[in-house]
């Protein structure tokens, strides 16, 4: 029954302002962090917590020059 619940909530989208709004709560991150990670992404994209989560994770892991 959990896995029912927890698949409903994945197939969420949220709009971006919200996501960064909840950034801490949501994804253990400064909403800057997600602005970050956010970047290429459309300003009116509605995006799910799974997808956002492996765009902060590429952001983070990201090996700079």
Known sequence: ??????AAAEAAVYA????EQHA???????P?????ALHGAAP????????VKEMID???NRKVN
């Open 16 to 19: 971006r302002r919200e996501l």
């Open 1 to 6: 029954m959990a896995s029912k619940k927890s």
């Open 58 to 60: 590429q952001f983070l």
């Open 24 to 30: 801490d709560q949501l994804f253990g991150v400064r």
């Open 44 to 51: 009116e994209a509605e995006l799910s917590i799974n997808e």
């Open 32 to 36: 800057e962090v997600l602005q970050g």
